[in-house]
């Protein structure tokens, strides 16, 4: 089991960059996935959550109206279209899989997700 987030990197505030989680080793139409994101010396943030048919279970305040989540189960992969990124926005992003069912923000708890990618950097400057 697999999950590889790519599309990181540096980009200005105002900017737009999108992520991928490409997984491998299991059906991702199986799993309910989530996008997480974590800067060193705060708490871990749960980000986004898509559903096995691609609906989005949550999306949190802080990025409502600027990051879309959707998924493509047949190139095994999920993403996150970030717009309008902000300085805050600045932190490491990790993709995750959970097998259980979710409605709505309980989709965030870290601890109900089973496997986690190595994460992908995104720094914003301002």
Not at 2 to 15: I, N
Not at 51 to 72: M, P
Not at 90 to 103: D, E, I, K, N, Q
Request: aromatic letters at 12%.
């Amino acid at each position: 089991v697999q999950l590889v987030e790519s599309g990181g990197g540096l980009v200005q505030a105002g900017g737009s960059l999108r992520l991928s989680c490409v997984v491998s080793g299991f059906s991702l139409e199986h799993y309910v996935v989530g996008w997480f994101r974590q800067d060193p010396g705060k708490e871990r943030e749960g980000v986004s959550c898509i559903n096995r048919s691609g609906g989005s279970l949550y999306i949190a305040d802080s990025v409502k109206g600027r990051f879309t989540i959707s998924r493509d189960n047949a190139k095994n992969t999920v993403y996150l279209q970030m717009n309008r990124l902000k300085s805050e926005d600045t932190a490491v992003y990790y993709c995750a899989r959970s097998p259980l069912y979710f409605g709505g923000s309980s989709c965030t708890r870290g601890s109900l997700y089973d496997y986690w990618g190595q994460g992908t950097q995104v720094t914003v400057s301002s």
